[in-house]
């Protein structure tokens, strides 16, 4: 975690090896450090965007060992059309290169149509005018508004990238415990149904043949007949997936208005939650794991043996 504020633009630093003698810098940038044509394209233009021993150089200059190589990973300003304004935050892990955060239900994850104050990158961007001005909001991933739990977001462009080039692998797990209507049958399985978009609706999906893959994996931990509380991992990562799927076998989520029945006074969303999420750290390698316990208003919904 960050515990004092970035004073510097963020940098990836490499140590030619004698086996990398005679590379070109181009070279040891895609092949070596794993830098994108698009993050290149965009810090070869910066004075400070490419330096060997601290000086500025081109991709065509070849390098030596014990060369020093350095690239500015921060964008190239901090300016962003995203209005920063304070929100509550409950921050897991942060550090110069991405942060994840326990998203509260009802906060929308990017700023659009009637929530451009009220977003998570509007509270994102406020925190870090604080402690990393050179911090801008590079999303991975997102939940639904009404999803709460883990989510990860980038703080630059290298980093998005690595990450999402994760996304849909082994190497990024997500874990989500939803309360659903009914009981499924059977208790655990598979859901692989695509999805498309759904008639006459911006909004709504349905699983359809023509629809995208879509594969959900589910497990039943605890049921009363009434309301189930359920474990599911993503294979895929379509609009409102689990939402659409557990529907489709039969057991929407409780509260949810758009694929079951809303019930207020129950819990005012789709009761989703985003529990674990492990990935591998975007400029390490280092493997990450974090989880978040049920919010409360979850909680409310199962006896307390289910828990």
Known sequence: MMNETATSPRRLDHLVTEHQQGKTVYVLLRYVLGVSGTVLRRIKWLEDGILLDGQRVTTRQTVSAGQ?????????SAETDIPPVPLPLSIVYEDRDMVVVNKAPGMPSHPGPGHWQDSLGNALTAHWQVWDPWAVFHPVHRLDKGTSGLM???KHPFAQEQLKQQLHTEAFRRVYLAVCDGTPAPDSGTIDAPIARADSSVLKRACAPEGMAAVTHYRTLFT?????LVRLELETGRTHQIR????HIGCPLTGDFLYGTEQPGLIARPALHSAELSLLHPVTGEPLSFSA????DIHRLLPSAAL
């Open 224 to 228: 009363d007949g009434r309301r189930s």
């Open 293 to 296: 316990p049920l919010p409360e």
């Open 68 to 76: 020093l190589l350095s690239i500015r990973l921060s964008d190239p």
């Open 244 to 247: 659409v799927h557990m529907a």
């Open 152 to 154: 990860v977001t980038a």
